[in-house]
């Protein structure tokens, strides 16, 4: 296990909703299960103009998101964690003068003996990252002076990029004053315990790995599936769609962690180089009919689930009325190497579906030689799902002879569930994230040429539904599983696995 030296965390934009909602209460449940260092300080940055003592307040004390925590915990338990906060005001902008910024970091570096390490969180919208960073540089706050043995890392949100230009070009004004090494793409699917476990699965059983390539696996498909509709994000979402929003970084990464050849060790380097080679392996698809075949967007339609009227997508406070934008997107693609030639991958991702889930299917082949043909029908061939959320766990389904006279053939489930470990104390995905940051393991985190590999994969696909002929964007009544004829994109199957509530079930219906 990795060891935390002492630092100090800067997040810019620290007045926002993410830090209250996710940064800081993932930095109380760090802090309370020990794995800070003896000396950790965090300060805030953000235009409004608040004092240590009212950040205080905003992110701990009167914060909704650490009510409970607050009200249960020892208030001088609760009083310790507080005081490692205190708040910058950066004034009117974001690209400014940052000689006080500067000042204070060194003042709390000196004070609280952080030994010159710095890591920066940039809670703010792409567009302000190259300008933090080359004021982080101007005072030179990006690289530790020679006396200095402190390190300094930067850590930037989603979405990078809009295409592939522009995650380019982000990734060179951020290059400019980081190297790569400093740099952490934060993903925070990447830090689910069960898509790290896709390696584990992989790589430590001798029962998956030997079967894991084209000669035993007919397909792949993954779900993931949101029971909202947009909600209040409208405006960003008609500008995104859900291949931008969920395909082109959740589920690409999901993707590149099945298809990636074993990486020589556990180093995160390693990993990555690995994941690179698995995006760019990808066949990227240039032709119109190819696009048309191979590709499938939809949006909901207002329906009525359980009695009560449900929004379509057009009606969505900030959503044009007239929008084309996909809140259903099924892409089948092939993977051009050894290991996955002709072996189809199918990823859907929707919004307003009747389950939230995100779940892998490995589909393995029939035996070459059907003993029990006759009786062997309707599907029964075996399947592994890893069940990402909710309900985390593995589900294995095999044949089994029905008990009686003859050979019947029966589908039987062998599963494992996260919550039935007796340590199930599973760290959200922003702890252990930030605590891989805080520990300068970049396993988890993407590397400039992953992100623009995935990007060159989407874009062809993103200029085809903007500007292709032919191109239609199909209804669904919002709590169905997506277009009707979404299945036809599955070929030689009985269709997508419609999944229920929890891993064992397969509903196959909706309601609507």
């Known amino acids: 296990m990795n060891s935390t030296s002492n630092q100090l965390l800067v997040i810019f934009g620290a007045s926002g909703d993410l830090t209250a909602r996710k940064l800081i209460p993932a930095l109380y449940h760090l802090y309370e299960g020990g794995h800070f260092p003896e000396n950790f300080v965090v300060l805030g940055a953000s235009r409004s103009n608040m004092s240590d ?3 205080r307040k905003k992110v701990v004390y009167e914060s909704p998101y650490l009510k409970e925590e607050v009200k249960t915990k020892d208030a001088a338990f609760i009083k310790k964690f507080a005081d490692i906060m205190y708040y910058q005001d950066l004034g009117d902008d974001y690209d400014s003068d940052y000689t006080d910024l500067k000042n204070r970091i060194e003042s709390l570096d000196k004070e609280c003996k952080t030994n010159g390490s710095f890591m920066f969180y940039l809670s703010t919208p792409p567009s302000l990252y190259e300008p933090i960073a080359k004021n982080l540089s101007d005072q030179g706050l990006t690289k530790g002076s020679g006396n200095d043995k402190g390190f300094r890392r930067i850590i930037v949100e989603k979405p990078f990029g809009y295409s592939l230009e522009t995650a380019q070009e982000l990734n060179k004004g951020l290059q400019k004053y980081f190297k790569e090494n400093q740099i952490f793409r934060i993903d925070h699917y990447l830090g689910k315990e069960t898509v790290q476990n896709l390696l584990v699965t992989r790589f430590s ?9 084209r000669n035993y696996i007919h397909h ?6 949101e029971t909202v509709g947009v909600e209040k994000r409208g405006g960003y979402y008609d500008k995104s769609g859900a291949l931008r929003d969920m395909f082109q970084s959740h589920l690409l990464q999901i993707v590149s962690l099945i298809v990636m ?12 180089n690995e994941k690179v080679k698995a995006l760019k392996s990808l066949r990227i698809m240039r032709s119109e009919e190819e696009l048309f075949h191979n590709t499938m967007r939809g949006q909901y339609v207002a329906s009525s689930i359980n009695g009560k009227r449900v929004k379509g997508y057009r009606e969505e406070e900030g959503v044009d009325p007239e929008s084309k934008t996909e809140t259903y997107a099924a892409i089948k693609f092939f993977v051009d190497n050894w290991r996955w030639k002709d072996t189809p991958f199918y990823v859907r991702t929707a919004k307003q579906m009747p389950t939230k889930v995100t779940e892998v299917v490995i589909h393995f082949k029939t035996p070459h030689h059907q003993v029990f043909k006759d009786q062997d029908i309707n599907n029964k061939d075996n399947k592994l799902i890893i069940r990402i959320q909710p309900d985390e766990g593995i589900l294995i389904k095999f044949g089994v002879k029905v008990p009686g006279q003859g050979f019947q053939v029966e589908r039987a489930n062998m599963d494992f569930y996260y919550s039935s470990l007796s340590d199930s104390n599973i760290m959200d995905a922003y702890e252990r994230l930030l605590l891989d940051a805080m520990q300068g393991d970049a396993t988890l985190y993407a590397r400039a040429d992953e992100v623009e590999a995935a990007w060159a994969f989407v874009d062809p696909i993103l200029e085809y539904w903007a500007n292709g002929q032919d191109v239609n964007t199909y209804g669904y009544p919002a709590g169905t599983w997506g277009p009707k004829d979404s299945d036809d994109l599955i070929e030689d199957s009985n269709g997508w696995r419609n999944p229920g509530e929890h891993l064992t079930d397969e509903s196959g219906f909706c309601i609507i």
């Open 53 to 55: 003592e009212e950040f």
């Open 205 to 213: 059983n001798s029962i998956f790995e030997p079967l894991w390539n």
């Open 220 to 225: 792949v498909e993954i779900t993931n599936a």
């Open 261 to 272: 050849e074993p990486p020589i060790n556990s180093n995160a380097e390693e990993i990555r």
